[in-house]
């Protein structure tokens, strides 16, 4: 239950983050009554924005197919709990008017949700302190990307540690609140079944993917200098990676579960110039036809710099040095403008030692545990069996754990899972400082390279499933990616 009154303090109310996800996640939770009757949504915006609640409105009237009626009535109720502030982050003069709209209601949590570029992180955080608005029970809300590598992150997280306490820092990353990935980890560590056969003994790899059909949309300067790696490696797809490879933690805490989760990164493989080359794939959409339509290339899209060599798939082998993993490849892949939607985790394991049967399609009978976060969630395991009849063939097939939450009209949004839990003050889903260091010490040797290189990403038709190169890394290995449909 999220019970104690709170402000929330929006930093980039009028982006495409908190329109998109965060506000309608903070509706739902107010639809279903999950909120306390005390709260205030302090939207800050840095121009003034009349048109700012009919956007809202429209935004999450669109996401959700909430009764008509209800929703009338709740939107008027939910509106009254927003202030909105006109407020300039590099303007000192706005942290002393903001203190005012914070003090007037004193002795409830106020959380501060950073919602802007991360350079903003430091000077938001002094800003904050300076004018005396944070105090020891307040909690702020850092958005990914968490600077643009090594160096960056570990000054913004310098900077705002000065003035909060890591109790106090909520890293989101919102894969974290899909409910599939959740349950992955109630599969692994309530089942017996499923832990003991966790490792290199039965599992041959592991591949995850999570494939986008938009392309840049309206965030082409953001994306533009952030570009796939950053934009979805450096954090969902890894953490996505720690979920499933990391050991039971001693008990379900916060620190307990990060404390497994970065072993996990720090196991890496660390990455050589060659391996860089050998193991990562980047690529960069053309044009092409994606869900029916045609669409252009990346490099026409409005705000995009005609010559840039950002990367909007980027594909990678990695490998952890530890007992449980050792030998076993994990393929993660990620990329605009692709096929189709989907997120997929996919456990292959080995197959029989020695089979006795006549397998026909011998390389779908392993078995395989699919974790399903996108576009629906739900979890199925392939197995073998025989096939009625006379004689023994063997075919595949499947077992599915469908949720029964799919049944309900509404399944909860990663944000509203999250933004509850930074209500109630609970971190186990948010990333812990060292796990965000150890990620971006990973990567950096592969931003290096690529800033090094003269060989710009490979291009792949909009709408194709990526570029050819990343076919061919798991060809390589004499795999195949899985085909998520
Ligand atoms: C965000 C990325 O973190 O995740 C976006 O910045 C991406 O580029 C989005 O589109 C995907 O999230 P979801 O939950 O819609 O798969």
Same mark, same amino acid.
């Given at each position: ?6 402000? +929330? ?30 709260? /205030? ?14 956007? @809202? ?18 939107? *008027? ?12 982050? %590099?303007? =000192? ?12 209601? =004193? ?31 307040? /909690?702020?809300?850092?958005?990914? =990307? ?9 000054? $913004?997280?310098?900077?705002?540690? &000065? #003035?909060?306490?890591?109790?106090? $820092?909520? &890293? ?30 039965? $599992? ?5 993917? $999570? ?24 954090? #969902? ?20 579960? /990060? ?48 010559? !840039?060599? %950002? ?20 393929? @993660? ?14 456990? #292959? ?11 026909? #399609? ?25 096939? &009625? ?10 077992? !599915? ?8 009209? &509404? ?7 999250? +933004?509850?839990?930074?209500?109630? *003050? ?18 950096? =040797? ?40």
């Amino acid at each position: 239950p999220l019970n104690e009154p709170f402000d +929330l303090v929006l930093f980039g109310s009028t982006g495409d983050l908190a329109t998109r996800k965060l506000l309608p996640a903070l509706f739902s939770l107010h639809f279903d009554e999950r909120l306390p009757s005390d709260w /205030r949504l302090i939207a800050l915006f840095r121009r003034q924005h009349d048109d700012f609640l009919d956007a @809202l409105q429209k935004s999450i009237m669109s996401k959700h197919s909430f009764d008509d009626k209800t929703v009338k009535t709740k939107w *008027n109720a939910f509106i009254k709990h927003i202030v909105t502030f006109s407020f300039d982050a %590099t303007e =000192p003069g706005n942290y002393g008017e903001l203190k005012q709209v914070v003090d007037q209601k =004193p002795n409830v949590n106020t959380i501060f949700y950073l919602a802007t570029p991360s350079a903003l992180y430091g000077k938001i955080a002094s800003g904050l302190a300076k004018a005396h608005i944070n105090t020891p029970n307040s /909690r702020i809300v850092l958005e990914k =990307p968490i600077g643009s590598n090594l160096e960056s992150a570990v000054k $913004i997280n310098q900077l705002v540690c &000065r #003035h909060f306490k890591e109790h106090q $820092i909520f &890293r989101i990353d919102h894969y974290l609140g899909k409910e599939t990935v959740q349950n992955l980890l109630v599969l692994r560590f309530a089942n017996t079944i499923f832990e003991s056969q966790w490792n290199q003994k039965y $599992i041959d790899n592991i591949q995850i993917t $999570i494939s986008e059909t938009l392309g840049v949309e309206e965030r082409a300067e953001f994306y533009d200098h952030v570009g796939a790696l950053r934009d979805m490696g450096q954090n #969902h797809l890894l953490q996505l990676l720690c979920i499933v490879a990391m050991e039971p933690p001693a008990r379900f805490t916060p620190d307990a579960v /990060r404390d497994e989760k970065v072993k996990v990164l720090r196991a890496l493989r660390t990455l050589t110039d060659q391996d860089v080359h050998k193991k990562v794939v980047r690529g960069q959409y053309a044009s092409g036809i994606s869900n029916g339509n045609a669409v252009e290339g990346y490099l026409d899209e409005e705000g995009v710099d005609p010559s !840039s060599e %950002t990367e909007t798939y980027v594909a990678m082998k990695v490998e952890i040095d530890n007992w449980r993993w050792a030998g076993v490849p994990f393929y @993660l892949r990620t990329g605009k403008r692709l096929v189709h939607r989907a997120c997929e985790i996919v456990v #292959h394991f080995k197959e029989v030692p020695h089979s006795i049967f006549d397998l026909q #399609h011998k390389n779908t009978m392993a078995n395989k545990l699919v974790f399903r976060l996108q576009p629906d969630e739900g979890i199925r395991l392939m197995l073998c069996e025989k096939k &009625r009849g006379p004689g023994v063939s063997v075919r595949s097939t499947e077992l !599915s754990l469908s949720p029964d939450y799919l049944n309900r009209k &509404r399944v909860p949004d990663a944000y509203e899972r999250l +933004l509850g839990d930074v209500i109630s *003050n609970n971190q186990t889903l948010f990333v812990r400082q060292d796990e965000l260091i150890a990620a971006w010490d990973w990567l950096d =040797p592969i931003l290096k390279h690529w800033d090094e290189s003269e060989q710009g990403p490979e291009s792949y038709i909009a709408g194709s499933w990526g570029p050819a190169a990343a076919t061919l890394l798991l060809a390589k290995d004499g795999r195949l990616w899985d085909e998520t449909c």
